[in-house]
């Protein structure tokens, strides 16, 4: 059993299916959240670097766009 750091909520995950670096949804808020912890199971909120850097990637095509 792990508890979301968003809204407390108790989710039930086996320590033996994950690995530390893994994702998982909460089933009550649906934060994203990332296992930094196995024994016990820690769970902390996950970064959204892969959004960002599509972020990025996008703004830089609409700046050389605006450059032609």
Known sequence: MAICPECEFEIDVDEYDVDR????DCDNCGVTLEII?????ELEVASDDDDD???D????EAEEDDDE
């Open 37 to 41: 912890g196995l024994n016990p199971i």
């Open 21 to 24: 670096g893994d994702t998982l």
């Open 53 to 55: 850097d599509d972020l």
């Open 57 to 60: 990637e996008d703004e830089e």
